[in-house]
T-cell receptor, first 110, second 112 residues
């Protein structure tokens, strides 16, 4: 049974800093690893999807890496901005379902 | 144009009532999902449909019954609502069961 863990549960940093969010999963037999953003009271927005054959994906200031053998993924956010404040969720895609971590609540302080 | 839409956004009801939540996607996707996000913000899949066929049913009480009249719609009917059903319910869709998922805005259900 796949389990996904995100550390830390919450993170607060000053504006402008680079930061890393961590995600680990127990079953390496995944199709892909997805990162989402959730703003308070809103739905989820897909940020990045890394296929199991890939090592990383980039979108703007975001870079996600995947190491299947160790069961880890990281989301790197460069030059953080107050608008980046949200909850970030990672999810491991199995044969049929997406299993989510509990998220990291990120606060960027102006 | 909203890609994945849900109605209603908010639902407040009494224990024991029956209610439905509707979901529509205009992305042309083949696969649709229902997720439940509990008070601790943990998001867990409930059901998945591919081309109107049920492919995932995750240990959900049979008071919950999904219905997919066509590929663009997946509705969720809940019978005999209980206090523990209070949560946010999200609908999502993807082109294929392992593809990138697009989520609706959620339906906030409160059972009193």
């Amino acid at each position: 049974k796949q389990e996904v863990t995100q550390i830390p549960a919450a993170l607060s940093v000053p504006e402008g800093e680079n930061l890393v969010l961590n995600c680990s999963f127990t079953d390496s037999a995944i199709y892909n690893l997805q990162w989402f953003r959730q703003d308070p009271g809103k739905g989820l927005t897909s940020l990045l999807l890394i296929q199991s054959s890939q090592r990383e994906q980039t979108s703007g200031r975001l870079n996600a890496s995947l190491d299947k053998s160790s069961g880890r993924s990281t989301l790197y956010i460069a030059a953080s901005q107050p608008g980046d404040s949200a909850t970030y969720l990672c999810a491991a895609q199995g044969a049929q379902k997406l299993v989510f971590g509990q998220g990291t609540r990120l606060t960027i302080n102006p | 144009d909203t890609a994945v839409s849900q109605t209603p956004k908010y639902l407040v009801t009494q224990m024991g009532n029956d209610k439905s939540i509707k979901c529509e996607q205009n992305l042309g996707h083949d696969t649709m999902y229902w997720y439940k996000q509990d008070s601790k913000k943990f998001l867990k899949i409930m059901f998945s449909y591919n081309n109107k066929e049920l492919i995932i049913n995750e240990t959900v009480p049979n008071r919950f019954s999904p219905k997919s009249p066509d590929k663009a719609h997946l509705n969720l009917h809940i019978n005999s609502l209980e206090l523990g059903d209070s949560a946010v319910y999200f609908c999502a869709s993807s082109q294929a069961p392992t593809g990138s998922q697009y989520f609706g805005p959620g339906t906030r259900l409160l059972v009193l």
